[in-house]
């Protein structure tokens, strides 16, 4: 079934761009605005989604039934058995007490909470990016710091802030093969294109991160440790990006800035420990 797409069926970008939106205004108008539960929000936007097409973009009622097929199964398959998995094995680190003895290991690490968002939010919770994706970072490795004595709201704007570096290769590489997917063009070369551009942002994100939460000067006591971990983790996600695959680079990228930085804290410590008062 041959169907060519107008992206401009109003005659006016801003209306048709308002227009394609809907779906996602009424999917985040219903769960932020009117505390709909999650799974009516879903069905809503994707009914919404589906209405649009055919009413608004003309397209044929019997090809708008196999996309949203495809869609459904896409996300069943490959989103959310990922999520699953990983949810299953935290319950699993939970339930044998294995994720407390994580905990009181990166404790024994540093007592000094700057590292320790270093290690916990970016190192740790990028490699539960490229395991997990799709939030998963904020609820594990966020329970991690509460665990560690963050306040919980502090806790989940710190991995938020620091899961903007890995999210692109999340769930084991599934934005770059859906962008790969949509756009026809080879995966490898999308691979090592977003990889030649996102290093820099995980350079950046450490010393961010760490400034959120402390003042200038004392982001500047731990900087060492800051450059430790954002150019062996961008170092990393260069490398893994353009020379071997899509699947790995977050999770690659999160053990080799842990690893680096744990050697490294081995031999160098900020001249304060620095604690909630």
Not at 18 to 35: E, N, R
Not at 173 to 184: F, N, R, S, Y
Not at 190 to 208: E, Q, S, Y
Request: net charge neutral; aromatic share 14%; charged share 10%.
């Amino acid at each position: 079934m041959h169907w060519t797409q107008v992206y401009d069926p109003f005659g006016h970008w801003w209306l048709s761009t308002l227009v394609a939106a809907l779906p996602i205004i009424v999917l985040f108008g219903l769960l932020a605005g009117l505390k709909v539960k999650p799974h009516w929000c879903a069905i809503a936007g994707a009914s919404t989604a589906v209405l649009v097409a055919i009413i608004f973009f003309k397209m044929p009622l019997a090809l708008a039934a196999m996309s949203f097929g495809y869609g459904v199964a896409f996300g069943l398959l490959k989103i959310a058995w990922i999520v699953l998995a990983a949810v299953y094995l935290y319950d699993i680190s939970v339930e044998t007490g294995q994720f407390e003895i994580m905990k009181e290991s990166v404790a024994g690490i540093t007592a000094d909470r700057r590292l320790l968002v270093l290690l916990v939010d970016f190192c740790f919770g990028a490699f539960i990016e490229g395991a997990a994706g799709f939030g998963a970072p904020v609820a594990i490795a966020g329970a991690f710091m509460i665990g560690l004595g963050f306040r919980p709201f502090h806790a989940a704007a710190l991995n938020l802030i620091a899961n903007t570096a890995p999210v692109a290769w999340g769930a084991i590489g599934t934005p770059v093969h859906t962008l790969a997917a949509v756009t026809a063009l080879p995966e490898s070369d999308l691979n090592a294109m977003i990889g030649r551009i996102l290093p820099f942002t995980a350079v950046i994100v450490p010393f961010w991160l760490v400034r959120s939460m402390v003042s200038w000067s004392e982001t500047f006591e731990v900087l060492p440790a800051i450059l430790v971990v954002g150019i062996s983790f961008a170092v990393t996600q260069f490398l893994w990006s353009n020379y071997v695959d899509s699947n790995l680079v977050d999770i690659m990228g999160g053990v080799v800035s842990m690893v680096a930085t744990v050697a490294f804290l081995k031999f160098w410590k900020p001249k304060r420990i620095w604690r909630f008062d």
